[in-house]
Nanobody, 121 residues
Framework: QVQLVESGGGFVQAGDSRRLTCVHS????????VGWFRQAPGKEREFLAV????????HYADTVKGRFSVSKDVGKNTAYLQMSNLRPEDTAVYYC??????????????WGQGTQVTVSS
């Protein structure tokens, strides 16, 4: 069984930076990619970024390109989402996921429980 656990959420001010962490545990990580998504109240889950697990290829949504960055520590089974210049509209529950390398929630097989990020103006 694969488990993904996010951490690092919290309350931040507009313009601040924050790094989210996603730790994989359980059976050996065999998924091709790790993805990051978010969901704001009353909105659909939104794709943010995806990174191939064993390669350096990444893809970002236009809404976060240049502000958010994905990195990994394969030896620690950990992925990170570095967020900078945060805006109030970035307020959401953030999820990491594991699955295929594609920019859609339907491609992901495993999901973390989510971590809340709240950005005040």
């Amino acid at each position: 069984q694969v488990q993904l656990v996010e951490s690092g959420g919290g309350f931040v001010q507009a313009g601040d930076s924050r790094r989210l962490t996603c730790v994989h545990s359980g059976q050996s990580f065999s998924s091709a990619a790790v993805g990051w998504f978010r969901q704001a109240p009353g909105k659909e889950r939104e794709f943010l970024a995806v990174a191939q697990w064993r390669w350096e290829t990444t893809h970002y949504a236009d809404t976060v390109k240049g502000r958010f960055s994905v990195s990994k520590d394969v030896g620690k089974n950990t992925a990170y989402l570095q967020m900078s210049n945060l805006r109030p509209e970035d307020t959401a529950v953030y999820y990491c996921a594991a699955g295929d390398y594609c920019a859609a929630a339907k491609c992901m097989d495993y999901w973390g429980q989510g971590t809340q990020v709240t950005v005040s103006s």
